[in-house]
C-alpha cells in the first residue's frame, strides 16, 4: 500500500486569541505521539506544522496547515477513528471557521529531483 498524506488547514474564528490558537496547535501536534497502535508504535509516520506564508493569496482565511503521512490508508482510517483524535476534532470545530482536509494516496514522489517509488 502507498503512504497517505493527509493534509489538514484551519481557518480559526478572527475572535480566537493567540494564545487559544497556540493551545490548540499544541494540543493537534501531540496526536503525532498519542495516537498509536497497540504496541505503542505512532501511526504517524510524519508530521509538518506551519503557518500559511504563501504570497498568492489563495488561502481563503486558512492560517494554520498540517501534513501528517500515514504507511497506509489502514493507518489513517485508523488514526481517523482514534480516540484522542475525536476529541481533538470535537473540540477545534467550536474554533474555526472552516477546515480543509485533503488526502494524497502516494503514487510517486520527487525528492531533490529524483523520482521515490512508493
Known amino acids: ?9 484551519f ?7 493567540s ?8 494540543h493537534f ?7 498509536t497502535r497497540p504496541d505503542g508504535t505512532p ?3 510524519s508530521f509538518i506544522r506551519g503557518e500559511n506564508s ?3 493569496g489563495l488561502h481563503q482565511g486558512h492560517t494554520h496547515g498540517f501534513l501528517l503521512v500515514f504507511a497506509s490508508t489502514d493507518d489513517r482510517d485508523t488514526y481517523l477513528a482514534h480516540p484522542a483524535h475525536v476529541k481533538f476534532a470535537t473540540e477545534v470545530k467550536g474554533m474555526v471557521d472552516g477546515v480543509y482536509v485533503f ?5 510517486e514522489a520527487f525528492v531533490d529531483g529524483a523520482v521515490v517509488k512508493a
Open 1 to 9: 500500500m502507498p503512504p497517505v498524506h493527509h493534509f489538514v488547514s
Open 11 to 17: 481557518k480559526y474564528k478572527p475572535t480566537l486569541a
Open 19 to 26: 494564545p487559544e490558537i497556540s493551545a490548540s496547535v499544541r
Open 29 to 35: 501536534t501531540s496526536l503525532n505521539t498519542s495516537v
Open 43 to 45: 501511526l504517524i509516520r
Open 54 to 56: 504563501s504570497p498568492e
Open 103 to 107: 488526502d494524497i494516496n502516494q503514487e
